[in-house]
């Protein structure tokens, strides 16, 4: 099972990072179909990483992507507020853009407590804490490759490669 997951995750991520966009022809649809790749691939690692269960997956897949939509509604609203040139606003204006930039931040770290809650009425504390962990190393693994990096031997996520 652990095998067929590596595999699986192996092959969506080499898919998605494969240049789909050229293949079928449209800059939107490609994107779309690689998006929906990563997406599958977060999931598959996410799942062997914190080993979920097919009952814990049931409950905490859609709480989870419930979490990872407002998380991600928050981090759009921090985009729209980041001042490329300031030259052109008043320092009230910059003032009130970072004072909205700080709450908005606040409101993340509100959200992932709420969700650190939810997540344990599914999951174990041990399971919440490698979450959180995989996040990350999943997060990084795809800057690694976008940004042209390749990590070490066989080129898989992290620990995809162990055992």
């Known amino acids: 099972m652990k095998y067929l997951l590596r595999s699986l995750l192996a092959f969506l991520l080499l898919a ?18 690689r998006l929906s790749q990563l997406e599958n691939a977060r999931i598959a690692y996410l799942t062997e990483k914190i080993s979920l269960t097919q009952d814990q997956a049931q409950k905490f897949w859609p709480v989870y992507n419930e979490f990872t939509g407002k998380r991600r509604d928050i981090n759009k609203r921090l985009r729209l507020l980041r001042i490329n040139n300031a030259d052109g606003l008043t320092d009230q204006q910059i003032k009130d853009n970072l004072t909205q930039g700080l709450a908005l ?3 993340e770290v509100s959200l992932e407590k709420e969700y650190f809650d939810k997540f344990q009425k599914v999951l174990t504390i041990r399971q919440v804490s ?7 190393e999943f997060t990084r ?12 031997a066989g080129g898989t996520l992290p620990g995809a490669a162990d055992d």
């Open 16 to 33: 998605s990072w494969s240049g789909t966009a050229a293949a079928q022809g449209g800059r939107g649809g490609g994107r779309q179909a």
């Open 141 to 152: 693994e795809v800057l690694r490759r976008v940004a042209g990096g390749r990590p070490g």
């Open 105 to 107: 931040r606040q409101n």
């Open 130 to 136: 490698k979450l959180f962990l995989a996040e990350r």
